[in-house]
């Protein structure tokens, strides 16, 4: 989850994003398949700024193919692309990246342009619903920005110290340093 502000910052460069991702979840992923987790989420979240119109679920997946480097991941990749998308999302949604990430990654290519869709799919799945719907709502933030976000549960926030004025704050400065980065 902690990979979203990774694929914002680097986006378009796949080295940048690998080996930041890695680092961002080597703080708290031991396993190999966590941190390519981290690594697949942050190139999805580079991947949904495309914006391509309208997302082809198919593209979405196989420009994440270089990023999948385990039989697992690339298996579920190749799943996820030829999946209806009226099907079950087989993939499972636990705790464990290889049962998380693909799941959210599914739930945002069936409803690339709608938050609460993407975000009402992933917590159709049960189990870990907090980590597959914010990957699946980030993925969407993404893609269509703050505006994507329903204005009335963004009221809704607290807006403490690290709240939402905080929160808006720093997304705007991510944007400034990607801004300034792209164009060195």
């Not at 690594?39 to 082809?56: C, G, I, N, T, Y």
């Not at 159709?124 to 993925?139: F, I, K, N, Q, R």
């Not at 705007?172 to 300034?180: A, K, N, S, T």
Request: glycine share 8%; with cysteine.
């Amino acid at each position: 989850m902690r990979a979203t502000p990774v694929g914002l910052f680097a986006h378009g460069r796949a080295d940048l994003i690998e080996e930041y991702a890695t680092l961002s979840a080597a703080v708290t992923h031991q396993h190999p398949l966590g941190v390519e987790g981290a690594v697949l989420f942050a190139a999805a979240v580079s991947e949904a700024l495309r914006a391509v119109e309208p997302l082809d679920p198919e593209d979405f997946f196989a420009a994440l193919m270089p990023f999948a480097t385990t039989e697992e991941f690339q298996w579920q990749l190749r799943t996820a692309a030829r999946l209806p998308s009226d099907a079950a999302i087989p993939f499972g949604s636990s705790l464990p990246a290889h049962r998380s990430v693909v799941s959210a990654l599914c739930c945002f290519a069936r409803s690339p342009d709608d938050f609460l869709g993407a975000v009402c799919n992933a917590v159709s799945l049960g189990d870990d619903t907090d980590t597959v719907a914010g990957m699946a709502g980030a993925l969407v933030g993404a893609r269509r920005g703050a505006a994507a976000l329903p204005a009335a549960h963004l009221e809704r926030l607290e807006d403490g110290e690290k709240g939402r004025a905080f929160i808006s704050d720093l997304a705007g400065e991510l944007f400034e340093r990607w801004q300034r980065a792209a164009a060195t």
